[in-house]
Structures are given as structure tokens and as C-alpha cells.
């Protein structure tokens, strides 16, 4: 069973343009929720993090947001450029962050000249 | 910092050999997680520990996979026998418990003949 889920596997968007990745969790023990963006041949890196306190959290181009009624949150990017071409992964975990972190299948984001 | 530091990047092997994947987490993290990368499945956590002592194994598919960490600076995760749907990128990470993210090693990209 899948606790988180990104059920797009791709995205393509122009640059300049919004990216919007979405990602949905089922495991309501989930209180902090984390974004990983991952290039080819590399390992993740940690991109944003939101605790469950919040609703919006900001750092330059990125934003996440947290709807917890719909056990639901995105990443915007704004605006997107060609370097953002990943595959990007959320990542839940409960307890503050102690726990595990339980990741999704991943989204291809790629962004067009 | 080097970061986490994985070995071998590649590994190609022969289906019923024995497979050691190695990793030296970011000194003064107590916390070590080894994952998997599939196309099925994504990111799958196999096993962790903290302060060096197995936590969750849960995700250790089967008895042919075992992991050690004997000191705070060493784990390996070995295949005995391997077999072709091992075949994957097995990703370190490590971090302090209870400070959210992980950082990740580039990974071991395993190929299992």
C-alpha cells in the first residue's frame, strides 16, 4: 500500500512558466512532509519542508503548501527554469521528523526552453 | 564535508554471486537508512538504524539481503545469492534523528546478470 502517492509521473512546462507538483498522503500519523529533487546518476537532494503546524512554507522560487483536511501538498516553482529538469519526490514522515521517511514513485518535471 | 559516501558507484555481477554495497554516512549523524530505487516501486526504505543498532527491517525483502553497521562511520548492505531483480540503485542516506531531512549518497547502481 502506497501512504504517499504522486500520481503524475511526468510534467512538462515552458520556462518562465508555474510548476505544480502535486503529492497525496493516506497515513494521517504523517506530520512532516519533506521535497527531494533528484538529477540523473545522483542522489537526492533535500529541496523544502513543511511541518504539519503550517500551511505555506517559502524559500526563493520554491513553495510548498499543506492542505491536512485533504491529506494533499504541492510544490510550486516560480518561475521555472531548464535547471529545474529533475524528477522531484515527496517524502512524509510522523513524529516531527523522527520517523522513517516514506517517499513517492517520483515526478519527471521537465522545463522547455 | 564529503557528504555520505557510497561504494561501488556501478556493480555488475553474475545472478547467484555475492553483492557488498558499502557506505560511510556524514560524521555525527546517528541515523542511517538504506534504500532502493526501482521503476515499479520508487524509493523504498530497506532498513535503518540509529546510534548503529538495526531499527526497521521491515522493507529487507528477503533473507538473502542482510545489513551491518559496526561503528558509526560504516554500514554494508550484502546480497547473497543475487539475482536479476536485485538489480537496482541501492541509495545510502544518513542525518541526526530527528532533524527531518536525509542527505543521500550518489548510490550504487547494481546489475545483477
Known amino acids: 500500500d502506497q501512504q504517499v502517492k504522486q500520481n503524475s509521473p511526468s510534467l512538462s512546462v515552458q520556462e518562465g512558466r508555474i510548476s505544480i507538483l502535486n503529492c497525496d498522503y493516506t497515513n494521517s500519523m504523517f506530520d512532516y512532509f519533506l521535497w527531494y529533487k533528484k538529477y540523473p546518476a545522483e542522489g537526492p537532494t533535500f529541496l523544502i519542508s513543511?511541518?504539519?503546524?503550517?500551511d505555506k512554507n517559502e524559500d526563493g522560487r520554491f513553495t510548498v503548501f499543506l492542505n491536512k483536511s485533504a491529506k494533499h501538498l504541492s510544490l510550486h516553482i516560480v518561475p521555472s527554469q531548464p535547471g529545474d529538469s529533475a524528477v522531484y519526490f515527496c517524502?512524509?514522515?510522523?513524529?516531527?521528523?523522527?520517523?522513517?521517511?516514506?517517499f513517492g514513485k517520483g515526478t519527471k518535471l521537465t522545463v522547455n526552453p | 564535508d564529503a557528504g555520505v559516501i557510497q561504494s561501488p558507484r556501478h556493480e555488475v555481477t553474475e545472478m547467484g554471486q555475492e553483492v557488498t554495497l558499502r557506505c560511510k554516512p556524514i560524521?555525527?549523524?546517528?541515523?542511517l537508512f538504506w534504500y532502493r530505487q526501482t521503476m515499479m516501486r520508487g524509493l523504498e526504505l530497506l532498513i535503518y538504524f540509529n546510534n548503529n543498532v538495526p531499527i526497521d527491517d521491515s522493507g529487507m525483502p528477503e533473507d538473502r539481503f542482510s545489513a551491518k553497521m559496526p561503528n558509526a562511520s560504516f554500514s554494508t548492505l550484502k546480497i547473497q545469492p543475487s539475482e536479476p531483480r536485485d538489480s537496482a540503485v541501492y541509495f545510502c542516506?544518513?542525518?541526526?534523528?530527528?532533524?527531518?531531512?536525509?542527505?543521500f549518497g550518489s548510490g550504487t547502481r547494481l546489475t545483477v546478470v
Open positions: 513543511i511541518s504539519s503546524i503550517k
Open positions: 517524502a512524509a514522515s510522523a513524529q516531527g521528523g523522527s520517523e522513517k521517511l516514506v
Open positions: 560524521s555525527g549523524h546517528n541515523s
Open positions: 542516506a544518513s542525518n541526526i534523528r530527528g532533524q527531518g531531512g536525509y542527505t
